[in-house]
């Protein structure tokens, strides 16, 4: 809290301040409330404050002083005391206060309470509640049944868990919003999501993301009325425009639910995910989005929006600073030539003075080292070091090597006499921490030091050494990323002493390295800092002057001593001045924080070095003790006074402390870096001097490099105290942090930089980085230099004030540059911490730092959860978090992430190891309990969402594509023509007369072999079986069905040759089969109503089945899933009787029906099409001619025979062509990975067709069994063509890993190829034997974006390969074309494939024929430009054709058909068409736990779904992962991810994922997520 100026604490009579500090006592111990403190000191102070008339002298407390940039002139009394200000921290008990900092705290909570909403806007991740032992068992959103009148208790609870769905409208604003001004609602404006009926009408959803940032609030689009107006601009229509025949097509296998979830209104009330999105909608009403400029210019748009430079934003308006000097380093009589020399001195003439005093572990003195032994031991080890440890010959170190120092940090005695040994050795000592374990948090880094370094050797002490990591056979382990070392044990017993006449070389400091300084680097890189001897001599000496040392003063050092201030002043600087060291181990900290103090009392020392941590410790434990005294402290020295938080830790301390003795002038702030070494210090005062002014400046105008003394917002303040003045000796100048080294402007914060002669000189081993860093020339605005002499880079940020006093600001390490505006880590940590947290998070264990994700850094705050914390606390803290940064800092956070208690990776001295931390974080390896991501508030440089051009009719499209001489997109097969066959063609015109003739001409000849899972075969059928299995099979229809010619028959068999006959017995009676996978009986529920769908739209009149299968239909089990009394006739086909048909039935003409092929789209549409005797030979004869099938060939097929080109192959091609067909049951590779490929080596197979998913298994089941493979004489040579056949773009990665994999076997890598089929023509593609092999592309992602098609290089970014889908069959045209327009398209443009030929299907089989669908997908003509107006077929596929080099069988250049995807599984997303599959490819590949995924849209959310494979612990890790791949591959912003277990995304028997059903499950809560994150 502020005072106004005459309220400065020493001008306060002493029983008032006395008063005050009981006030302050009872406040921590938790006596007092802070409402009766502040109202209790008020009336204390009140006297003493000047009287504003009018004003409350409560509120007057509340602001800020506005002081002018403090000056240090007496003349500006009144501002110097006003800057004096005491700004009380109180000590919380339990509260670890090392980062409290009152005024932060009271700005954040200033800031909070501007967004009044207290109780959560945001939908809560769903958790399941095995994830987290952590969570308790009441963290599982319970499903929402609230309603409004419920009790307030219950309301509040289940507001924040979900909006209450059944409202018209909610008007919970965006936690993002500013309160409503003058509205008529502004009273409940910010009530929970419960209160409140907003009036207004339904938005369309269009306007969610809508770009306008408005400040008032409109109500939210109601997602959850049932009107179809919400619904109508966004929400995907019933079926995009692939065919939404009749109920049928519209039917989901679900039964007929789809009315309900087709489209976004009708989501079932119950639903909890979508109260939840709905939530979220409502949080993203207000996206924060700059205005944004046109986007798309044909194929070259650019990548993304530059924010442009706010015409506002404060600029330096100072003029050009001048280097600031520090006083001359004065020149003292007995100053050494050199450190060691003064050790020699000491040691010799003062040998019983004490250098170094050690503590035991519970703080009481152990061992004090004095001058003498120093010298003496330190001779030793240097003796030892030159002549034991090789032969005199081959010395092991030669003077100059580095030497690695091991030494714990509560061993500073063995330390210390380690360093000068080294020093009095002329070798380089690198102190090191201790490594714990074999994979340390930066161990490798080390391990690069140690390497950079040369270093091969490592002392240490005996204790550490045993207690290093060990391998089995007792020798230490090796650490991951060190070079291999020797061991040096330096305890006493163990040296040599050197003899009489061994000296060391003692010279005068030069430039010659004295030792080497650790330092990690922002990205985790450790680096050595080398400090010449004669820099190590200056430093000590302007230390000695600055601090004023003299000799014999007792110091205590709390800090580490191997690095930093507490090797510059407890080893170096002490032996300069003989000085007498208490060292303080972080060990004894930690169970006596109080230690430091009682040092300083008992040895009455004169000087203390400490951190803002161990001052906030001993406030914590100051009850313990009261009679201590600090009255002997000339000097508190706070080295790391450059925190955000430093101020206000130093100002507590002294309140709480004065009464002990503590001089107000004794607190010593200082500025130091390991490249610059001590910048500046501040001297200790004078007695009853006015203490240094406090700088308050505006956090935006930091933001943006500039100093702005804060006037207008307090609550976006940082207030820093000075570092002093410049180091003796020193010149100081601040230089702009990127680009050149030129000077700022006085108003400007930059990097200051240090030219003196105590400095560091070098990176070791690193010459780039060091000239970077150490040759610094600043230069002015002309490019003028600064100096002569080169400066250092300090790594800190800062300014020169008033009266050259140093301030710093922050560490370019922590600086986060976010869309152009620089913000400094610590503050954003110290924001986050002022926000109440002692329930949730542990305060010391924070870490930010940014990752750069889609062209800019995004924030990331990562912290360790309390064990005890709720789901909700750690929320409702989570959300206040991002909203009180938001506000002071005006930057949105990306990623906020809570990890369990003790996760995060630490540094040595119990800090947070930040690079390793983002390293986890980056890696999928964090494992957080709880995530926020918040990417739709903070990227802000999206491009602008395509709007499509209107109006450009068909006519001009071709116009242009003419003028631009491109070819119009069209390819075709051979033309059948001229492709004379045998008599066949003409003699027999349906299927049923080839089988009838080739019963007579070659009654033995085996048409179909069917394998088992051991590969032996189990039933074959030659033409004439086959034929008299048929017949029998036509004469039961006949007799027990009482069939007609025409009636529907469904044949449920499993895969084999019974359903081939059942099949062709059919068509003998006449009647139309209809093929269907039978259910299956372990998930009855799930298959069966499937069968009974088809049962029922194909009007069957019977069932032909297996008596099993017709026991299940009929079984209990089947009953609780379907009706099954309303079955049709079953008759079993297991035991035939042996009676034939009178008569053959022969179709009148060859346009009848053959078959009904049923199959379920992968967006969950039912199809039936038909399948006319014409289009059943043509399509036969095809393939006979594109594969060359004659009766002399074998082909192995390991399909499902259900529908499609799977059902042609397996049931009509062996009859057509009269070539053997081996049958594999793809469900028994399940038991045998082994049986296709075996099989098609055992047969020598010439051609195999197969399906992905049996390609799948066997690359991943074979993939590390190949040498088995060989072992087994597993031989694939033989094999000329391996087609998978499906209805998708062709699976580039998995064929290629096949064919990869099974080289080894004789695989040809020409030989895998694919198929393409729709359901309007099941084989439109299919690669065959001759014509030549299937091409590649690789085309721009950002174009398909665009529907345009780009080739670039193999290796562009942004590129996706595609593979051609085979050759296109005899007879078959296609052509592509525009969706919307039916205009044909020239070949650089994407669009839906259409095709012509004789087997195309006849129509959709529908209860209702729906005349105009029919039409428009199976005769439909192009709107322009055919003459001769052909009928087409649409394929609801979206391809493009390029023009090959390569020559067709024609003898022309061969034209490649290459397909994209399913033009309903489409995404629309900002005004471009995105395909899953791309999304999904992206996704998989963040993870290794990532076994599958999927990706929809929900009301304009892209949600994906990915199955963990891994731990649930790991289930978090993966939400950034997910959102930052999108973001950066696709530019689009996830805004739910949801976290399966593996098997929960469905797939159907094609291998190809159902994601309209995983779509339908989620929103109907069904799929028992292990997480759900909504991204903000």
């Not at 003299?550 to 800090?559: A, D, H, K, P, Q």
């Not at 004030?801 to 922590?814: E, N």
């Not at 009636?1047 to 059919?1066: K, M, Q, R, T």
């Not at 139309?1072 to 499937?1090: D, F």
């Amino acid at each position: 809290m502020a005072e106004p100026a005459a309220a400065g604490v020493p001008s306060l009579p002493r029983e008032v301040r006395e008063q005050l500090a009981e006030l302050e006592l009872e406040l921590s111990e938790g006596d007092i409330t802070q409402k009766g403190y502040e109202k209790k000191r008020a009336k204390l102070l009140a006297p003493y404050l000047p009287q504003t008339p009018g004003v409350d002298p409560a509120q007057q407390k509340e602001s800020r002083p506005q002081m002018p940039a403090p000056s240090a002139a007496p003349s500006s009394a009144s501002s110097a005391s006003s800057s004096s200000k005491f700004h009380r921290a109180r000590s919380g008990g339990a509260r670890d206060e090392r980062y409290r900092s009152d005024i932060h705290t009271e700005a954040v909570q200033a800031a909070l309470a501007k967004h009044k909403e207290q109780k959560m806007a945001l939908p809560m991740p769903t958790k399941r509640r095995s994830t987290f032992v952590q969570s308790p068992a009441d963290a599982c959103t319970p499903p929402d049944t609230s309603s409004a009148s419920e009790d307030e208790g219950s309301l509040r609870r289940q507001a924040a868990l979900s909006a209450a769905l059944h409202q018209s409208l909610q008007n919970a604003e965006s936690w993002i919003n500013r309160s409503v001004q003058g509205s008529s609602t502004s009273s409940s404006a910010s009530s929970t999501l419960s209160h409140g009926e907003g009036k207004g009408t339904s938005g369309s959803l269009a306007d969610v993301f809508a770009n306008a940032r408005i400040e008032t609030v409109s109500v939210p689009p109601d997602v959850t009325a049932t009107t179809s107006s919400s619904s109508s601009s966004s929400a995907r229509p019933a079926a995009v425009d692939l065919p939404p025949a009749g109920i049928v097509k519209g039917m989901h296998k679900a039964s007929n639910r789809s009315s309900l979830m087709d489209t976004a209104d009708g989501v079932p009330v119950s639903s909890r995910v979508s109260t939840k999105i709905q939530q979220l909608l409502n949080t993203l009403k207000r996206p924060k989005r700059p205005p944004l400029k046109e986007f798309f210019v044909d194929d070259f748009e650019e990548i993304v929006e530059v924010p442009q430079p706010d015409p506002n934003q404060p600029k330096p308006e100072g003029r050009q600073m001048t280097p600031v000097k520090g006083e001359p380093l004065g020149v003292v009589c007995n100053w050494p030539p050199a450190l060691e020399a003064a050790l020699q001195r000491w040691g010799t003439t003062q040998a019983k003075c004490p250098c170094l005093t050690a503590l035991d572990v519970t703080g009481k003195p152990v061992y004090t080292l004095t001058y003498g032994k120093l010298w003496s031991r330190s001779l030793k080890l240097a003796y030892t070091l030159l002549n034991k440890l090789g032969t005199k010959n081959e010395p092991v170190l030669k003077p100059g090597d580095r030497v690695a120092l091991v030494y714990p940090n509560n061993d500073p005695v063995m330390f210390m006499v380690a360093f000068y040994g080294c020093l009095l050795a002329e070798v380089i000592p690198v102190p090191i921490e201790v490594p714990l374990t074999r994979k340390d948090a930066g161990g490798q880094q080390i391990g690069f030091l140690l390497g950079s370094c040369g270093i091969a050797l490592a002392l240490t002490t005996e204790v550490c050494l045993k207690g290093l990591p060990k391998t089995q056979n007792g020798e230490i382990v090796q650490f991951k990323g060190w070079p291999r070392l020797k061991w040096v044990v330096t305890d006493s017993k163990y040296l040599s002493k050197s003899p009489k006449d061994w000296q060391p070389n003692i010279s005068a400091a030069g430039p010659e390295p004295a030792y080497i300084e650790y330092k990690t680097s922002k990205e985790g890189s450790v680096m050595g800092v080398a400090v010449s001897r004669g820099a190590m001599l200056a430093h000590c000496q302007a230390l000695s002057q600055a601090c004023n040392y003299s000799e014999g003063e007792t110091i205590v050092n709390v800090l580490d001593f191997k690095k930093d201030a507490g090797l510059w002043h407890g080893i170096l600087t002490n032996v300069m001045n003989k000085l007498h060291t208490i060292s303080v181990p972080y060990s004894v900290m930690k169970t006596c924080p109080l230690s430091w103090v009682q040092r300083v009392h008992a040895h009455k020392a004169k000087v203390a070095l400490v951190k803002c941590r161990d001052l906030h410790w001993a406030m914590m434990a100051h009850r313990d003790q009261r009679d201590v005294s600090l009255g002997s402290l000339r000097m508190l020295v706070v080295t790391d006074g450059a925190n955000p938080w430093s101020v206000s830790s130093c100002d507590a301390f002294l309140s709480l402390f004065q009464s002990h003795g503590l001089k107000p002038e004794a607190i010593c702030p200082c500025a130091t870096s390991p490249e610059a070494m001590t910048i500046a210090i501040r001297r200790p005062g004078v007695p009853g001097a006015p203490l240094p002014g406090r700088a308050i400046l505006s956090m935006h105008g930091l933001s943006f490099g500039v100093i702005r003394v804060n006037t207008e917002d307090k609550n976006s303040a940082l207030t820093v105290q000075d570092v002093g003045h410049v180091m003796p000796g020193g010149m100081m100048c601040i230089v702009k942090p990127e680009g050149p080294p030129q000077l700022c402007k006085t108003d400007e914060i930059g990097e200051i930089c240090v030219s003196s002669r105590a400095g560091g000189m070098m990176y070791y081993g690193l010459a780039g980085v060091t000239k970077n860093t150490f040759e610094v020339v600043p230069v002015t605005a002309a490019g003028c230099p600064v100096a002569e002499v080169p400066f250092v880079r300090s790594g800190l940020l800062g300014f020169v004030g008033p009266g050259s006093l140093v301030f710093v600001v922050g560490k370019m390490d922590g600086l986060l540059t976010v869309s152009g505006r620089r913000h400094n880590a610590d503050d954003i940590v110290a924001t986050g911490l002022a926000v109440e947290s002692i329930k949730t998070v542990y305060r010391g264990r924070i870490a930010v730092f940014s990752v750069s994700v889609f062209y800019d850094e995004r924030i990331v705050v990562v912290a360790e959860q309390r064990p005890d914390a709720s789901e909700e606390d750690s929320f409702q803290w989570m959300s206040r978090v991002l909203q009180a940064i938001d506000s002071i800092h005006q930057v949105g956070v990306y990623c906020l992430a809570l990890v369990p208690a003790n996760t995060l990776p630490k540094t040595p001295l119990g800090g947070i190891h930040i690079s390793q931390t983002k390293q986890h974080f980056l890696e999928g390896s964090l494992h957080p309990c709880n995530i926020l991501m918040c990417p739709h508030t903070c990227v802000t440089n999206l491009p602008k969402p395509r709007q499509k051009q209107p109006g450009v009719g068909p006519a001009s499209v071709m116009v242009g594509n003419l003028v631009a001489g491109k070819r119009i997109a069209q390819a075709s097969g051979r033309d059948l023509g001229q492709l004379e066959d045998n008599d066949l063609v003409k003699k027999h015109q349906f299927l049923t007369e080839v089988l009838q003739w080739r019963a007579q001409a070659t009654p033995d000849h085996p048409l179909f072999l069917l394998l088992n899972a051991k590969g032996t075969t189990v039933c074959t059928a030659t033409c004439l079986q086959l034929h008299k299995k048929a017949e029998r099979i036509g004469s039961v229809l006949c007799d027990k069905g009482h069939l007609n010619a025409g009636d529907n028959v469904v044949l449920l068999y499993p895969p084999g040759i019974e359903l081939i006959s059942a099949f062709y017995g059919c068509l003998y009676a006449g009647c139309v089969p209809v093929t269907v996978r039978p259910p299956h009986a372990q998930s009855l529920a799930a298959t069966l109503p499937t069968v009974r769908m088809i049962v029922e739209v194909s009007k069957a009149a019977c069932i032909l089945t297996t008596q099993t299968l017709m026991r299940l239909l009929k079984s209990r089990e089947a009953a609780a899933a379907v009706d099954v009394k309303t079955w049709p006739t079953i008759i079993d086909t297991d035991d035939l009787p042996r009676k034939r048909l009178a008569q053959l039935y022969k179709p009148p003409t060859p346009e009848m029906l053959a078959y009904l092929d049923f199959s379920v789209s992968t967006t969950g549409m039912l199809t039936g099409v038909k399948m006319s005797h014409a289009a059943v030979s043509g399509l036969c004869r095809a393939i006979k001619l594109q594969c060359e099938l004659y009766s002399s060939r074998q082909i192995a097929i390991c399909l499902d025979p259900y529908c499609g080109l799977g059902f042609v192959l397996w049931c009509l091609c062996s009859v057509y062509s009269g070539h053997q067909s081996i049958l594999i049951p793809p469900m028994e590779l399940e038991s045998n990975l082994f049986l296709w490929l075996s099989t098609v080596s055992q047969y020598k197979i010439r051609d195999t067709f197969c399906s992905y998913s049996v390609m799948e298994l066997c690359t991943k089941g074979l993939g590390n069994q190949v040498e088995m493979l060989k072992a087994r004489g597993i031989n694939l040579s033989c094999v000329r063509t391996c087609v998978v056949v499906a209805e998708e773009r062709p699976r580039v990665a998995l064929t290629h890993s096949f064919s990869k994999l099974f080289k080894d076997i004789g695989l040809s890598p020409r030989a895998v190829s694919t198929t393409f089929g729709s359901r309007v023509n099941v084989a439109i593609c299919l690669q065959g034997t001759s014509g030549p092999d299937p091409t590649t592309v690789y085309v721009d992602l950002k174009s398909l974006r665009h529907d345009r098609v780009r080739l670039v290089e193999r290796g562009a970014p942004q590129s996706l390969l595609l593979a051609e889908s085979g050759k296109i069959l005899p007879g078959v045209k296609v052509v592509i074309v525009n969706p919307e327009t039916k205009g044909p398209l020239g070949d650089s443009h994407l669009g839906e494939i259409w095709v012509n030929s004789p087997h195309t299907a006849s129509g959709y089989y529908t209860i209702y024929d729906s005349e105009s669908l029919q039409a428009d997908h199976f005769n439909t003509r192009l709107s322009f430009g055919d003459a001769a107006q052909t009928l087409w077929a649409r394929t609801g596929y979206l391809g493009f054709v390029r023009r090959t080099e390569l020559t067709a069988a024609s003898g022309e250049r061969h034209d490649a058909l290459y397909v994209v995807g399913a033009l309903d599984e489409t995404l629309e997303l900002r005004g471009l068409r995105y395909h899953p599959i791309d999304i999904e490819t992206s996704v998989s590949r963040t993870h290794r736990s990532i076994a599958e995924c999927a990706v929809f849209t929900w009301t304009n959310l892209l949600v994906v779904v990915v199955e963990l494979c891994g731990c649930e612990q790991e289930a978090l890790d993966l939400v950034p992962l997910v959102t930052n791949v999108v973001l950066e591959e696709h530019y689009l912003i996830v805004g739910v991810v949801v976290v399966v277990d593996p098997g929960v995304i469905p797939i159907n028997s094609r291998g190809e994922k159902q994601r309209m059903h995983l779509r339908d499950s989620f929103l109907a809560d069904q799929l028992d997520p292990i997480y759900v994150a909504y991204n903000m």
